[in-house]
Nanobody, 117 residues
């Protein structure tokens, strides 16, 4: 599976961004798609994940109520709508996929999100 993430950029605090992740290769709707992020000097952390139904979403506590993950199964694309952004959301955001019930094992190249105060 090849993943291409895009949509990052520079935004002021309380602003919004929408990230996209296009998957190609041996993909199927049974794959879980997720977003992770890594801030400078910190370890990569989980942000959100989605299964093949809109109800199968999980969020990190730090983004609940502000971020929304969604996917277009027909287009093999996942999205991360980020609202009410905070400077602490600044990081490189990575999308990833995982076979159902297994660990994330395919990663995109990352897209930079910078939130200014």
């Amino acid at each position: 599976v090849q993943l291409q993430a895009f949509g990052g950029g520079l935004v002021q605090a309380e602003g919004s961004l929408r990230l996209s992740c296009a998957a190609s290769g041996h993909t199927s709707s049974s794959y879980v798609m997720g977003w992770f992020r890594q801030a400078p000097g910190k370890e990569r952390e989980f942000v959100a994940r989605i299964g093949w139904t809109p109800e199968s979403t999980v969020y990190a506590d730090s983004v609940k109520g502000r971020f929304t993950i969604s996917r277009d199964i027909a287009q093999n694309t996942a999205y991360l709508q980020m609202n009410s952004l905070k400077p602490e959301d600044t990081a490189v955001y990575y999308c990833a996929t995982a076979p159902v019930g297994k660990a994330f094992n395919s990663w995109g190249q990352g897209t930079q999100v910078t939130v200014s105060s």
